[in-house]
């Protein structure tokens, strides 16, 4: 009862500290308001009510995470693609829909690198990757589509670019081998998986784009 009472009182002294001087950079959702007119003493403890509320509501589990493709699964910041709020004449702008068609083209080659290994467990994908996974390309592509997604769905994408970035450095470091000596299964069945990863990863970015 005393941590219940504790997580109140913080949320609530929180969202006061936005009607307090010298709040420096640190701008709440009830700053911002504030700004927009919202400035009496009633309506401010209204809007903290429905903040606690809002917490509360939240506290048993994130309900808004995304469960989609694995990777959102449990996580508070991505959201479910179907609930992104997505700017359609800016995705349908030529930036973003040449940035689709680079996300899809690199999903392709996660796809034929899977091929390539099925038909010789023993490829050299390392210079594939480097030429068609290549990171400034693919961070261009990756923020054009982000910009036709409000803030709050790019809080996850974001996590979604990192994670892709993070994928493709990982996978270039575990197919390399050395000079005459075969991959072992075990390390085969580890670059697979970092393949199906990103192939999921891309599909997860992709699907904000529909």
């Known amino acids: 009862k005393m941590k219940f009472t504790l997580f109140i009182t913080s949320l609530l002294f929180v969202g006061s500290t936005a009607f307090a001087p010298g709040a420096g950079n640190a701008r709440s959702s009830t700053a911002i308001s504030a700004e927009k007119g919202v400035t009496s003493r009633i309506e401010f403890l209204q809007q903290s009510a429905a903040t606690v509320a809002a917490a509360l509501t939240l506290l048993p589990g994130q309900a808004n995470a995304a469960k989609y493709g694995g990777f959102g699964a449990g996580s508070p910041e991505v959201v479910d693609p179907k609930d992104a709020i997505v700017?359609?004449?800016i995705l349908k702008s030529d930036a973003v829909q040449k940035g689709i068609?680079?996300?899809?083209?690199?999903?392709?080659?996660?796809?034929?690198?899977?091929?390539t290994l099925a038909g010789d467990a023993q490829a050299d994908i390392g210079p594939q990757i480097r030429k068609e996974?290549?990171?400034?390309?693919?961070?261009?592509?990756?923020?054009a589509i982000n910009s036709a997604l409000d803030e709050d769905t790019q809080r996850g994408t974001d996590r979604i670019v990192r994670a892709i970035l993070q994928d493709i450095t990982e996978l270039e470091v575990t197919q390399k081998q050395k000079a005459g000596v075969p991959r072992s299964e075990t390390r085969l069945n580890n670059v697979c998986r970092k393949l199906e990863k990103l192939e999921s990863s891309f599909n997860d970015y992709l699907a904000f784009a529909k």
């Open 87 to 89: 700017d359609e004449d």
């Open 133 to 143: 996974l290549d990171f400034s390309s693919l961070r261009t592509d990756l923020n």
């Open 101 to 115: 068609a680079g996300v899809r083209g690199y999903k392709q080659s996660v796809v034929d690198m899977k091929s």
